[in-house]
């Protein structure tokens, strides 16, 4: 198992790893928000792989003090092994690296499996609200 910055010749399997997991939506195409993040100043997509084949990724990105991630994603029959726990672990060490003190992350409300994970990570709930508005 190896985790490396993904490369725009991993977005198409990446993608499909995210819309395997559940994470996209319609109106946000996958392949746009991972090139935007890896040619992006201030983000990057890691990727765990088994052998050369993509099996988890993590989005990390930063504001200068508060880290985020997103998409999140192992493959489902790695799921249980230990690759999304390293995969946040890489994500940290990422943003803490690039001087960011703190980590914030989303997940749907409707997600009980992620949120028990975060727990397990001891990651707590904010008690914010997220608000959004698109800039279209």
């Known amino acids: 198992m190896i985790i490396r910055t993904l490369s725009s010749s991993d977005?198409?399997?990446?993608?499909?790893?995210?819309?395997s997991a559940g994470l996209?939506?319609?109106?946000?195409?996958?392949a746009s928000d991972l090139e935007r993040a890896l040619t992006g100043p201030s983000s990057t997509v890691l990727?765990?792989?088994?052998?050369?084949?993509?099996i988890g990724t993590v989005m990390a990105g930063h504001d200068g003090h508060r880290g985020w991630v997103y998409y999140l994603a192992v493959?489902?029959?790695?799921?249980?092994?230990?690759?999304?726990k390293s995969l946040m672990a890489s994500a940290e060490d990422w943003l803490r690296e690039q001087g960011a003190?703190?980590?914030?992350?989303?997940?749907?409300?409707?997600?009980?499996?992620a949120t028990g994970f975060y727990d397990r990570l001891g990651y707590e709930n904010a008690d914010v609200?997220?608000?959004a508005k698109w800039l279209r």
């Open 11 to 19: 977005v198409d399997a990446a993608a499909e790893l995210w819309h």
């Open 24 to 30: 996209t939506r319609p109106w946000n195409p996958p």
């Open 47 to 54: 990727g765990c792989f088994d052998d050369q084949t993509l």
């Open 75 to 84: 493959a489902d029959h790695h799921r249980g092994n230990g690759v999304g």
């Open 101 to 113: 003190v703190k980590v914030q992350l989303m997940v749907r409300s409707t997600n009980q499996q």
């Open 129 to 131: 609200q997220v608000l």
